[in-house]
């Protein structure tokens, strides 16, 4: 259990272009999923938390119109990069809380979209 | 404000000898603590986690951490390296509180290779 998945993959796009990335929490229903992005050989950097139904928080230095988050359902997160530039390439890859039985939240990750715009 | 520091970005172990990675932390709260492995070109894997129960964490593919306060550390061993422990370690803290792990800080990595 406590599957998340990302489609695409990999996606290659030019540069002006806009992809979406999708998440999905697969057993099970996430009120708040995380966006990252991590770049070659480099750690993971929170991007913007989604929330079911509201707004996404951005991090700091994150444009919120360039990357639109959408949190539609409660098993789908969406990250749109908009008009791509090369420096846009990057790993992106999203979480998902999910409650345990503990009452604790636990982040499931997914396996991550390799994003190349050229 | 939470932090955490890597100490060593590159670690090169022989098979079947001991693994250690070292992590420090800050937090402004009690924290919460996670080691994530990654392979290339894979997802993020949690290898273990310290929530404030037990300082000595059992995880995962023979893993252990120990939460040391005192020290503001989490260091990760393994007994013995095996060749798929090749690998990027992230050292991971949450200082979320009401049992959420909200906002996670990674550490830089640890890339970890295993020779024969």
């Known amino acids: 259990g406590a599957v998340v998945s990302q489609h695409p993959s990999r996606v290659i796009c030019k540069s002006g272009t806009s992809v979406k990335i999708e998440c999905r929490s697969l057993d099970f229903q996430a009120t708040t999923m995380f966006w990252y992005r991590q770049f070659p050989k480099q750690s993971l950097m929170l991007m913007a938390t989604?929330?079911?139904?509201?707004?996404?928080?951005?991090e700091q230095g994150v444009e919120k119109d360039k990357f639109l988050i959408n949190h539609a359902s409660l098993t789908l997160s969406t990250l749109t990069v908009t008009s791509a530039h090369p420096e846009d390439s990057s790993f992106y890859i999203c979480?998902?809380?999910?409650?345990?039985?503990?009452?604790?939240?636990?982040?499931?990750f997914g396996p991550g979209t390799r994003l190349t715009v050229t | 404000a939470q932090s955490v520091t890597q100490l060593d970005s590159h670690v090169s172990v022989s098979e079947g000898t001991p693994v250690l990675l070292r992590c420090n932390y800050s937090?402004?709260?009690?924290?919460?603590l996670f080691w994530y492995v990654q392979h290339p070109n894979k997802g993020l894997q949690l290898l273990l986690k310290y929530t404030s129960a037990a300082t000595l964490v059992k995880g995962i593919n023979g893993f252990e951490a120990e939460f040391k306060k005192s020290e503001t550390s989490f260091h990760l061993t393994k007994p013995s390296a095996h060749m798929s422990d090749a690998a990027e370690y992230f050292c991971v803290v949450s200082d979320s509180p009401g049992g959420s792990w909200g906002k996670l800080q990674f550490g830089a990595g640890t890339q970890v290779v295993v020779t024969p």
């Open positions: 989604s929330n079911e139904g509201s707004k996404a928080t951005y």
């Open positions: 979480s998902a809380d999910l409650e345990s039985t503990s009452g604790t939240y636990e982040q499931y």
């Open positions: 937090s402004s709260y009690s924290p919460s």
